[in-house]
């Protein structure tokens, strides 16, 4: 802090939180607990060491993947898994549009909104797996459960993406339509939908992605597709079988990212 | 000083604006406009030149006050009532407010909105009378060879036009016009107040023009209003607008420059000078 006189004024940004104690505290705070929260994981090194073997013997297990033996199985897992997830897909976007509209602050009254915000908080809170184990105990094992759960989670994420789209659209826009005359479906059509189109479609590509990837992992609490095959596949120790089941799926999410990415692009 | 009395296409009643944040934006305003008058209001920012004019059509909701317009209440319709009023006022904005990723004819023919079915709309099915007039429009404005075009590949003028004639193809009485050329270049912006003049006096239509430009004011309009802190504070001719009424308006400044001298016609040379620098300031 030695200012030489004439040397110039010195300035620094103004810190995020202006109360040095608090600043200083929560720094500390959050140090102590990191350490002692790592000291109270117990590693046990002589367990790690030998586990690293057992580890690559399973991952050994998988080499060479056996696309053949139960090459029935597979297939018909895969399709039941598409077949979920391009009906769950639909289904949750034809419902995410009326609810993701009435969850925009900008163009729901308040009543709706609250009610419109509380679906997707409900949809959004409850993880697939928790849903799907809700939904094979209400219908029963197979792909419906699947379907419905797969369903259910899309409400939340496209709902409430969609809503935030919407209420960041240009409000001049609106306005212009609403000068109009237009009634509100017409200021829908015209004012909100050009605006919120692309990313629309965007994010139902993605999460048609989404859905493909949870249907392998609902599956294996009973809601059908490719999980449910996956499933048995370890449970008869089959991990050849096990491993073809995971390059499909790779195949296939990668297959879906790359296409959506294209049709994104074009719709911009 | 106000023309109340006078019972004009518009007219506004001790209309006053408070908005939720405390902010008095109009504190009763009188006013009335005949039809086929073009009429400047121009004021300080943050003057209610804004909310004045999205009070008539209740893009904002007055708190007090009410609006006639060609003899019926504005204030008070009902939701169905005030789309049909709000077909009858066309508005244009500073920014435009095209749809942009729409065309420049779904943008056009989006003025028919208060006349046609949802469903005709949807399908873009507008009737032939429509489109017939929006192709009219386009060749006025000199865009008909861009009615595919999407808004948002068009330039700041271009738009503007665009936005014109989507006012106009509503049919309406009265233009709301809001800093029509505040995000236009100098030159643009005496053409497109030039068009707005011409189609007005062609159409009989009375405009509300809320202007910075007092230049602009004075050379186009009939008359010009002054508004501050949400009164109205001058009502008269254009060259009425002395150093004196001018520092009533927005305060004290020096205004031999700004004020338009009355020797007329053609770019008179300090005139323009003058302006130009004013265009640049914004």
Redesign the interface.
Known sequence: MSVTAGAGRRWSPPPFIPNPWLRHGLTVGAAVYMALALGSLEVNWTRVVEGLGRGWQFVLAFAPPDFVSRRAEIVEGLAESLVMTVTSTVIGIAISIPVGLGAARNLAPPAVYLLCRGIVAVARTLQEVIVAILFVAMVGFGPLAGMLTLSFATIGFLSKLLAEDIEDTDPGQLEAIRATGASWLQLLDYGVQPQVMPRLIGLSLYRFDINFRESAVIGIVGAGGIGATLNTAFDRYEYDTAAAILLSIIVIVMAAEYLSGIIRRRVQ | MAATGADGLLRLEGLAKRYPTGDEALRGVDLAVPAGQVMALIGPSGAGKSTLIRCV?R?VEPTRGRVFLGGEEVTGLGAAAL?????R???I?Q?F??????TVM?NVL??????VG?WA??LRRFPPGDVEAAFRLLERVGLVEFVDKRADELSGGQRQRV?IA?ALV?EPQIL?IDEPTASLDPKTSRQIMRLICELCEERRLAAIINIHDVGLAQMFAQRVVGLRQGQLVYDGPPAGLTPEVLTTIYGEEDWAQTIRQDDDEGPVRPRAAAEERMAGLR
């Open positions: 059509n893009l789309r049909r009023a709000r077909r006022m066309g508005m904005f920014e407010a095209l749809v942009e990723r729409l779904e989006s003025g028919r909105l208060g006349y949802f709309s949807w936005g989507r509503q709301l």
